[in-house]
């Protein structure tokens, strides 16, 4: 994403370098919200997941932030393209756009975390993280587990295709080496889970995004480790957690050139008929 040069990738994800994944998906997620974007907002589409104006962080350096400080696997990080296209297509009004791409990525990647690692970061470690508070990432948890109804389990293929896919849309940028290692014999993917047009996920979606008028970069407060559980997540037998280290304290999402700008008109009118529409029906 920073280089012109293009770049071999292992043919398994599992042996990609992860800041390869990183930009792999960045490229992607900023090519499908460069759609999303257009899509006027209304209050009917407002979500939890989105923000009051767009986060002055990049998807890029989002996802390497939240590599950094939460030993992330390389698994979840694809996932997040599979929950994206699972929601969509349970939630047609739904779409990722610059004001809900952040508030997604740190909800799919703590759930995907706790259903899929041996290992996993506190809430308040994920929180601090993403710029949450820790009951706002539980409230964004208790929504994202309702759009996708529970179901965060994928198969190790699924997200090899997504894989093949997001190579395959880098531009050129990257290219998957053959078994040999020839830069000629690179991967030609059959099937699309990911990334093509007519994926929810990558395509034009039929109906505008949706979310929640609480801004998400706030500064956190609190640093906290990461839970461990020592038995197989994919038999479904959990051991009593134990604590181990996290990669260190992250520092609040901040500083210069970081702040939040001022939402639009549009935004604001449709963020005060939506508080309007939750207090008439409360």
């Known amino acids: 994403m920073e280089s012109s040069r293009r770049v071999g990738l292992p043919p398994a ?94 909800s799919a990647i703590s759930l995907s975390s706790k259903s899929h690692c041996d290992a996993f970061c506190t809430n308040a470690h994920y929180a601090r993280v993403g710029g949450l508070a820790p009951s706002e990432l539980s409230r964004l948890e208790r929504a994202f587990l309702a759009a996708i109804d529970w179901r965060l389990a994928c198969t190790r293929e699924v997200l090899h295709l997504y894989y093949v896919n997001l190579v395959a849309h880098s531009g050129g940028r990257f290219y998957i080496l053959s078994d040999d290692n020839n830069e ?43 839970t461990a559980q020592s038995s197989s997540v994919s038999q479904g037998v959990m051991a009593s957690p134990a604590v181990v280290p996290a ?28 508080r309007q529409r939750a207090r008439d029906d409360g």
């Open 184 to 226: 000629g014999g690179s991967a030609n993917p059959t099937s699309a889970a990911a990334g093509t047009s007519g994926s929810p996920a990558a395509g034009t979606p039929g109906d505008t995004p949706g979310s929640s008028p609480v801004g998400m970069l706030q500064s956190p407060e609190d640093s906290i480790g990461v």
């Open 247 to 274: 990669a260190g304290p992250p520092p609040p999402i901040g500083g210069p050139g970081m702040s939040a700008p001022t939402a639009s008109l549009e935004q604001n009118m449709a963020f005060a008929q939506f």
């Open 13 to 106: 994800y599992e042996d990609a370098d992860i800041d390869a994944l990183c930009q792999l998906i960045a490229l992607m997620l900023d090519r499908l919200i460069s759609i999303n974007d257009r899509i006027p907002l209304s209050p009917e589409s407002i979500s939890r997941f989105h923000s009051a104006s767009v986060p002055q962080i990049s998807i890029l350096e989002y996802l390497r932030r939240i590599v950094r400080f939460t030993n992330l696997e390389k698994t979840c990080l694809l996932l997040i393209l599979y929950y994206i296209d699972q929601i969509c297509a349970r939630e047609p009004t739904f779409t990722i756009s610059s004001l809900t791409v952040h508030r997604f990525i740190i």
